[in-house]
Nanobody, 125 residues
Framework: QVQPVESGGGLVQAGGSLRLSCAAS????????MGWFRQAPGKEREFVAA????????NYADSVKGRFTISRDNAKNTVYLQMNSLKPEDTAVYYC??????????????????WGQGTQVTVSS
């Protein structure tokens, strides 16, 4: 079992960058694929990015491809989301999640068993 805890959110101007971190407790972090999701006010939660257990496979939503990069450090039990060229439409609460399942793409939120509390990202125009 793991418990994700996000950090690194904040307020940034359009075109700027932020790096989110997700530290997960537990000694079996490398047994979980990790994902980032986001939810904007009045909208459903949506997939952002995911990374496999080893980090050798990544997947991104089309809306962030080329701007966001997901990575992980299994020695530190941490997954990161580097967000560049931020846009106002990226404003949302960002959630980190963990899944023990093997999946094609890891983009379905129903496949994730463990969720963090979320961190707010606000991009001003």
């Amino acid at each position: 079992q793991v418990q994700p805890v996000e950090s690194g959110g904040g307020l940034v101007q359009a075109g700027g960058s932020l790096r989110l971190s997700c530290a997960a407790s537990g000694r079996t972090f490398s047994s979980y694929a990790m994902g980032w999701f986001r939810q904007a006010p009045g909208k459903e939660r949506e997939f952002v990015a995911a990374i496999s257990r080893s980090g050798g496979y990544t997947n991104y939503a089309d809306s962030v491809k080329g701007r966001f990069t997901i990575s992980r450090d299994n020695a530190k039990n941490t997954v990161y989301l580097q967000m560049n060229s931020l846009k106002p439409e990226d404003t949302a609460v960002y959630y980190c999640a963990a899944t023990p399942r093997y999946s094609g793409g890891y983009y379905r939120d129903g496949e994730y068993d463990y969720w963090g509390q979320g961190t707010q990202v606000t991009v001003s125009s």
